[in-house]
């Protein structure tokens, strides 16, 4: 029943017009619908209200891995967007389908917000699981898996534990794959809004790579701009 609507629904609002630009936009790795962000929240909100999906207690597994397996990209956003809505669904028992979104239809524009809203909170209300999942994801072959490892504090502030990031960090900083070094960047410019001095002496100190130190320094440098013209 679900399937079926959710297809109805987005073929409704398919949009040829967009297709090309947005598969363009992502490097042509998947197929598009053509429907744009704004578009796609008013077509799961009706889903929503039609199939009264986020009143279930329990998570539809099937459904979503059903849903995260067809072509179009609209739909693995889909499958992002109710985890989004519904994050009570997540158990500790269904990490090991979380790293099979991961791992499978990778690309920056899921991994980025599994990473942080999804896998983040959830690692937050259960911190056993960074032991059990960060230890592998962080040296994991899949450079998606580390990339998650760095980004899932991403979002946590005071909260994050800043030996662990480090670490992390240290662990990865010689891996030559773009979105590694990206992502090390963006960590650390994150956490400098919550501990500047430490993350900064950290840069100055770690043989850093130039793009990682270039994305972990701009909020420092923007700070600093900013308190010089006021000066």
């Not at 889903?47 to 990209?73: A, D, G, N």
């Amino acid at each position: 029943m679900y399937e079926n609507e959710l297809t109805n629904i987005f073929s409704n609002g398919r949009n040829k017009e967009h297709q090309g630009p947005m598969e363009k936009y992502m490097k042509n790795k998947f197929p598009f619908l053509g429907i744009k962000t704004p578009e796609r929240k008013l077509l799961l909100k009706e889903f929503y209200t039609k199939t009264k999906i986020l009143e279930k207690k329990e998570l539809p597994e099937k459904f979503l891995r059903e849903v995260w397996s067809w072509p179009e990209r609209e739909y693995q956003y889909a499958v992002i967007s109710m985890l989004l809505a519904k994050p009570q669904w997540l158990k500790a028992e269904h990490v090991p389908w979380l790293e099979e979104l991961i791992t499978t239809k990778s690309w920056w524009d899921t991994i980025d917000t599994i990473a942080s809203n999804v896998v983040g909170p959830l690692f937050l209300r259960s911190p056993h699981l960074i032991e059990t999942y960060i230890d592998q994801w962080k040296v994991a072959e899949n450079f998606w898996l580390k990339r998650t490892a760095i980004l899932f504090q991403l979002k946590y502030k005071e909260k994050t534990n800043e030996e662990l990031l480090f670490h992390i960090i240290q662990l990865n900083r010689e891996d030559n794959e773009f979105f590694i070094r990206k992502a090390i960047g963006w960590a650390l410019r994150e956490y400098s809004k919550t501990a500047p001095e430490k993350v900064e002496a950290f840069i100055q100190q770690e043989p850093l790579s130039n793009l990682s130190v270039r994305e972990g320094m701009k909020h420092l440098q923007r700070v600093r701009k900013n308190s010089e013209g006021k000066s």
